[in-house]
């Protein structure tokens, strides 16, 4: 039984009436054209906790956080190059529902008939889960991660009767969220540069899963959800290695889910590219002001299959390859590229149907969920504490785009990783999607006990 916990105060007449719209920006707009009915783009983030839940002050702070992510409360209007966001300040219920009910739950929020985020909440004895569903055209992994984070430091003060001290967001910042200037003193690739970029990303075949057979694919297109963790006392042995590497969380990702796709399918041919999409996070100090949104450009990574035998070597190419995206601002060609096409009218269609940009997987590294708020709440056995709950851990599912088979995800929660795996079932079953992540959690492991060798230094 669904249950929306009603709201403290009343929703004033002035408040109900929709503010002006704002226009979409390339990068919204070709994550809007990815979404339909057969297959959905949303972020999906689910929080564990133990303890007890004042549930009227939860959905006050709710409506509070809500208040300061105008996206997060807007739905598209129109379409096309006129499409638009329409801001509604009536922010949607929270919703109370069965424990079975939020794992079972299927739907997702579609940003042109409601607001993009939508947020379900199983209340049991002594413990609690939170799912929200995000709209990817609203948002990416790091603004869900700031929505979230800001929602439960203001329930932790609700329940002490203190106003946390939020940073005070920007309209201006918001407005600007599509803006990929360069700025003064960046390092950025020339023409001939840009140009061997792209030869480098189309060149060769990219390996890709062949569909299946329509009647065996009769899952939602990205309904396989799987998880795995390594723990916090497995987590510092990672943590050690990757300081011997001077390699980071993401490089080791890319490296380890090449590893582990190579191992997975077997099919695929030597001579063949996988080809891995990484977000890479845009947002500088000047951000911190910007509410909610999609601030990111795309890397491609790629490697022939023959190649991709030992994590160790992969670890090594990757953090340099990830090096130079990183200096050169390398993933915001990728945002110019949307840019130019959207100009024209089918031309971010054409993206889509040429399919030179198809991966053959994604990885996501959303980073530490816990990093803004440690200074702010308290800390009890190595868990967040958030008044009488004790947050056990958080999983996040990013979605594989229309023709992608696999999208992993990458995120850190009071030290322990969690790696999910959500599989696209035009391409991939269950025990395709378990496999990955079950082949991903070993590879970490291993690598982790291994002892470093003179060229991992």
């Not at 009910?101 to 607001?115: F, K, V, Y």
């Not at 569903?133 to 790091?142: F, L, N, T």
């Not at 800001?150 to 329930?155: A, K």
């Not at 340099?320 to 971010?348: C, N």
């Amino acid at each position: 039984m669904t249950t929306a916990i009603a709201v403290p105060e009343a929703v004033s007449a002035a408040q109900k009436t929709p503010s002006e719209k704002f226009p979409l920006t390339p990068l919204e707009r070709f994550l809007w054209s990815c979404h339909d009915n057969s297959h959905s783009m949303v972020i999906r983030a689910v929080l564990h906790f133990t303890g007890e839940v004042d549930a009227e002050r939860l959905m006050q702070a709710y409506r509070e956080v809500m208040q300061r992510h105008p996206l997060l409360r807007s739905r598209v209007v129109g379409a096309g190059s006129s499409a638009r966001w329409q801001e509604d300040p009536a922010v949607s219920d929270l919703v109370l529902v069965q424990e079975n009910e939020l794992r079972d739950a299927t739907d997702s929020p579609s940003a042109d008939q409601e607001a993009g985020v939508r947020t379900r909440v199983a209340i049991g004895d002594h413990r609690a889960i939170a799912c929200c569903d995000i709209q990817h055209a609203c948002c990416d992994g790091q603004g869900a991660r700031q929505f979230i984070s800001e929602w439960w430091m203001i329930y932790d003060h609700l329940l002490r009767g203190k106003s946390p001290a939020l940073t005070r967001l920007d309209p201006a910042r918001l407005a600007a969220r599509g803006d990929i200037a360069p700025r003064r003193g960046e390092q950025r690739v020339d023409f001939w540069q840009g140009l061997r970029n792209f030869y480098v990303t189309i060149r060769g075949r990219t390996a890709r899963l062949p569909r299946r057979d329509r009647r065996k694919s009769n899952e939602l297109s990205n309904g396989l959800l799987v998880e795995r963790i390594i723990e916090r006392h497995e987590m510092a042995a990672v943590r050690s290695r990757l300081k011997s590497c001077d390699a980071t969380i993401n490089d080791l990702g890319l490296a380890a889910s090449l590893l582990a796709f190579r191992n997975n399918f077997t099919h695929l041919a030597d001579n063949h590219y996988l080809t891995v999409a990484n977000p890479v996070d845009r947002r500088t100090i000047s951000d911190l002001r910007l509410s909610a949104a999609n601030r990111w450009g795309l890397a491609f990574l790629r490697r022939k299959v023959a190649d991709c035998e030992e994590l160790s070597s992969l670890l090594r190419s990757v953090h340099g390859e990830m090096q130079y995206v990183k200096s050169h601002r390398v993933a915001d060609e990728f945002l110019r590229g949307l840019t130019l096409a959207s100009r024209i009218s089918w031309g971010l269609r054409l993206v889509q149907a040429a399919r030179l940009f198809t991966p053959t997987f994604q990885f996501t590294c959303v980073g530490e969920s816990t990093r803004t708020t440690r200074n702010i709440l308290s800390v009890a056995d190595g868990s967040t504490m958030i008044g009488q709950l004790q947050l056990k851990g958080i999983a996040a599912y990013a979605p594989p785009a229309p023709d992608v088979p696999l999208s992993i995800c990458f995120l850190e929660t009071n030290d322990r990783l969690s790696i999910t795996v959500t599989g696209n079932a035009k391409f991939v079953d269950a025990s395709n999607v378990n496999g990955m992540a079950d082949r991903l959690q070993q590879i970490i492991l291993s690598w982790s006990l291994e002892e470093p060798r003179g060229g991992d230094a």
